[in-house]
């Protein structure tokens, strides 16, 4: 007779891959195994990880429309629900940009408030591990060291894709939704009577927003997602401050042990990067990488993205690659090196999601030819797409990054034996320190 798996404390979908992994490294790092699938698996996968106390799906949907949700989300989160998690979340960027047309957060906050049937979904974005803050409703996030409203963010002001104009998040989801979304500030939070005023928002509100600016606050909200979880499994929206929140609780009730120690996996001879992030924190790492001995190459992204003339740049990027790795060096093949505006003149999202995917084959045939045992993927959306391509059935943590939090070092499980056992980091646009790249090929981790 075949035990039952005990039904997990969290499912989540992320809304790319970057923040998949993301979610993924903190639970992990406090001790709560983990599994992120690349798509809904079989029952013989599944059956492979039933230790682990929570289930990830990776998604694309940050870089889809509101049709494409209807269509793929919604399974997915049927899906999510069906495992039996006390909560299920709906893992959005720190920096929640999103837009009516693309990635909007507020159709999928109408999806899983329909699947999951219950108002006062918890919005949570503020996570102070990754600088991310909000107070009064407005977010708040860092940059080269300094700390910026979201519509004044040097980056994300400008994204090419989905730019953030408004800080106030409440006003930002509205452009998305007509659900009716509330308020648990810094104020009520704090005073003592805040689980009469939450449990009465929640009776008004399909959604309530709550600020996180501290230890203190993320503290706060925690409790009050535990507490107000519906019996039947309950539905979140937010970054990984919903964990962070979530794990500062399960350790104050005990449902969580000490968090593991890591081995660090030490150096590698040499890695691959593919890039397709346009983001100025990702330019210096290239830049860093190459004046550390890297072999940079940049792709046309415009033959990237057109259906005939992809094979002969691929072939040729392909080439020039293979001839740096023979060498024993380490290579980046990029397509922008920071913002880049003719970017914004290829076609719609098809352009983007197969230069993800070309990105993909390309690393892909890179890791098979050389055996290289350790990569980089930079990119949120690329990550998303490039994963498709490179044969992966599901991720594990082998490392968390402390010094670059949200892009930990993972383990691919795959059915291809020379994908196997692959470390992998997928990069957010934004994540890392100049050296980031570099830091990966010589394990310098902690």
């Known amino acids: ?49 039933r230790h682990c ?23 997915a989160l049927a899906w999510l629900r069906e495992r039996g998690a006390a909560v299920c979340h709906y893992k959005t960027c720190s920096t929640f940009d999103s837009a009516p047309e693309v990635g909007s957060i507020g159709r999928a906050l109408e999806i899983g408030h329909r699947i999951f049937g219950h108002d006062g979904v918890p919005i949570v974005v503020g996570a102070p591990q990754l600088r991310r803050y909000t107070a009064f409703g407005q977010l708040f996030a860092a940059a080269q060291g300094v700390v910026y409203r979201i519509d004044r963010h040097p980056i994300m002001s400008r994204h090419p894709v989905t730019p953030m104009h408004e800080a106030d998040l409440r006003r930002h989801l509205a452009s998305q939704t007509e659900l009716t979304i509330g308020l648990i500030d810094l104020v009520t939070l704090a005073e003592s009577g805040v689980d009469a005023r939450v449990d009465a928002a929640r009776l008004h509100h399909a959604a309530l927003l709550y600020d996180v600016l501290d230890s203190t606050s993320q503290a706060a909200v925690g409790r009050q997602l535990w507490r107000t979880r519906p019996a039947n ?17 399960w350790r104050r009730l005990g449902l969580i042990e000490a968090p593991p120690t890591f081995s660090n996996p030490g150096p590698v001879e040499r890695i691959a990067v593919v890039s397709g992030s346009c983001s100025e924190t990702t330019a210096r790492q290239i830049r860093h990488a190459e004046a550390q001995g ?14 005939t003339q992809a094979p002969t740049e691929l072939a040729t990027a ?66 998303s797409h490039a994963i498709q391509e490179l044969g992966i059935q599901a991720l594990t943590t082998c490392l968390p990054l402390p010094q670059t939090p949200g ?31 570099v830091r990966i090929r010589d394990a310098d981790l902690c």
């Not at 890297?294 to 259906?307: G, M, P, Q, S, T």
């Not at 993972?410 to 790249?437: I, N, P, R």
């Open 1 to 49: 007779m075949t035990l039952k798996a005990p039904a997990p404390l969290i499912t989540y979908y992320g809304d790319d891959l970057t923040g998949s992994t993301d979610a993924m490294e903190a639970l992990a790092g406090q001790g709560v195994d983990t599994v992120l699938f690349t798509a809904i698996p079989d029952d013989a996968l599944l059956a492979r990880f």
């Open 53 to 75: 106390r929570a289930i990830g799906l990776a998604g694309t949907s940050r870089s889809e429309s509101p049709a494409w949700m209807d269509q793929h989300l919604t399974p």
């Open 233 to 249: 499994g309950g539905f979140m929206v937010g970054s990984s401050g919903v964990e962070y929140a979530l794990l500062a609780e």
């Open 294 to 307: 890297f072999h940079a190459l940049r792709l046309n992204v415009a033959k990237l993205a057109d259906e």
């Open 318 to 383: 392909r080439e020039q690659a293979l001839a740096a790795l023979g060498l024993g060096r380490s290579v980046v093949l990029y397509t922008a090196l920071g913002p880049d505006a003719s970017l914004a003149t290829l076609p719609g999202n098809n352009s983007a999601h197969a230069i993800g995917r070309r990105l993909g084959e390309l690393l892909r045939d890179l890791v098979r030819a050389e055996r290289l045992t350790r990569v980089v993927v930079a990119g949120g959306d690329t990550s």
């Open 407 to 437: 892009s930990p070092l993972c383990v691919a499980h795959s059915t291809d034996t020379t994908l196997d056992g692959l470390q992998v980091a997928f990069k957010g646009g934004q994540v890392g320190d100049d050296a980031f790249f």
